[in-house]
């Protein structure tokens, strides 16, 4: 269910990502917000208050969350 909740799945390559689905579950996971210049914030729930993400963090956590369904991607 974790792979495909992530729009993760099989082919006769390998692994298939669905990214509309991965972006859609990203959303469910993390208040993302983004502004007019690109930036990214997302809401921190123990501070309540949104952080500035750089594009690195969002891509680290992008992964962290493939990784709980799967740690060898």
């Given at each position: 269910m974790q792979w495909k909740?992530?729009?993760l799945g099989k082919n006769k390559n390998g692994l298939a990502l669905n990214s509309n689905v991965f972006a859609?579950?990203?959303?469910?996971?993390v208040h993302l917000v983004q502004?007019?210049?690109g930036q990214f914030f997302a809401y921190c729930f123990t501070e309540g208050?949104?952080?500035g993400l750089d594009e690195r963090v969002l891509k680290a956590i992008c992964?962290?969350?493939?990784?709980e369904a799967e740690p060898d991607i």
């Open positions: 909740n992530r729009g859609k579950y990203i959303l469910k996971r502004l007019m210049n208050v949104y952080l992964r962290d969350i493939l990784l």
